[in-house]
Nanobody
């Protein structure tokens, strides 16, 4: 059974930085890629960034390009999201998710970690 656990959230002032981690356990050999999503109060969940498991190809939402960097350490089964120049509108619960071989979309989700950016 695959599990994802996020960590690294917290409270930071605008312009500050945070680094989120997503630790995976279980059958990670089934991964196609991992992604970061976020959901702010009263809003729909939105895509933030993603990385392919084998080749490390990355994609970003326009709202975070140039500020956020997604990376992974396959040896440690961990994905990271380095968030710089944070803005109040980045405040949300951040989730990591896994897309697996033979499964449509992201089907494994973590419990989320809160990121709050004060102005």
């Amino acid at each position: 059974q695959v599990q994802l656990v996020e960590s690294g959230g917290g409270l930071v002032q605008a312009g500050g930085s945070l680094r989120l981690s997503c630790a995976a356990s279980g059958r990670t050999s089934s991964f196609l890629g991992l992604g970061w999503f976020r959901q702010a109060p009263g809003k729909e969940r939105e895509f933030v960034a993603a990385i392919t498991w084998n080749f490390g190809s990355t994609t970003y939402a326009d709202s975070v390009k140039g500020r956020f960097t997604v990376s992974r350490d396959n040896a440690k089964n961990t994905m990271f999201l380095q968030m710089n120049n944070l803005k109040p509108e980045d405040t949300a619960v951040y989730y990591c998710a896994a897309a697996r071989i033979g499964v449509r979309g992201y089907d494994i989700w973590g419990q989320g970690t809160q990121v709050t950016v004060s102005s």
